[in-house]
DNA sequence: CATTACTCGGACAACTCTTGTCCAGGTCAA
DNA sequence: TTGACCTGGACAAGAGTTGTCCGAGTAATG
């Protein structure tokens, strides 16, 4: 039950790519991360797929935003990453053993099946109530000057 | 990001103990539901070390719940088998790279580990509402008649 | 317009953790 | 004394995660 390293990676990444106003490559990304840059590059491949960025090929590509921040949340990045599964998985043990009930009286989720799937449910529901720009503004809130403002002009910087 | 299998062996385990008069050997709880008796008791020595039931060893030994029913929430069975560290860690990236932030700025968990700690919160207090108290009612107003009853008494019964 | 350099994208291994099994030792009731 | 049961650890298999590589495509450049 740990969540994946990649959900922090992209959450990062999501932050300051608001603030870039030029595609940025992945292998920037790491460099600003100092993770690695193929395993990144995965990472920003689900996204993609999951249609919260837009890449851009040829010299100039890289990595864009497709929605304002206030229309991404912060569940949107995890599902991206992470699938958009449930946490809890019922194998229907109750349906099985001498005591086994009939499969037509569990057509319902079982009792403790709803209260996991409850609690997943709050679960997402607390990370859909924060978007990227939610993010953005409490960092910039949270320290002394601006941030991200000079991160973002390194991102789009000639080279290193 | 998935939940333990054993998450749902354990919790199945304590439904079914609170209608259990005598202590119930592992090998019979595996029985009933069909899994794999030495894998059970490994969760159940988990449930062991967190309080939550108590063992008895020899001829007539088995597992018994320590508390009332109502007194234990999902919560305690789910953290006693996957443990009470939270589903995120932060690695603190944001102190990494050519553009990170000096450590002692960096006292209070950003914006984004703020973010996942709520969730995980969240999480763990809808678990916190349910007892298993809760469940077993819930398993009485599931079905037509009584269920746990009869599952009850084949626990403690005296073969298979 | 061809070249070239740069990018993404998916397929490919190494690794770690979970899942599952097994056995020796200690304990209690009959 | 015997048999059944729990405890704890060591051990193997499987899945999922972590990490790496190379090919396809694209845009800038001369």
Redesign the interface.
Known sequence: ?????G???A??CC?VLTRAARPVPATRLA?????SSTYLAKHLQSLSRAGLVRSTQGKTGGYVLTRSPQEIT?LDVVEAI??P?S?????E??Q??????PPE?CA?P???A???Y???H??????RE?SIA??VR??GT???GD?LG??GE?LVAAD?
């Open positions: 039950m740990k969540l994946s390293g959900v922090e990676w959450l990062h932050v460099e600003l991360h100092q993770v912060v992470e699938g599964q946490t809890y998985v019922c194998t043990i109750r099985r053993g001498p005591m086994g009930a009286a319902a079982c009792a403790i709803r209260t996991m409850a609690a997943d709050a679960w997402r529901a607390t990370l924060v939610d993010l409490t960092v949270d320290y002394e941030v000079p991160i390194w290193s």
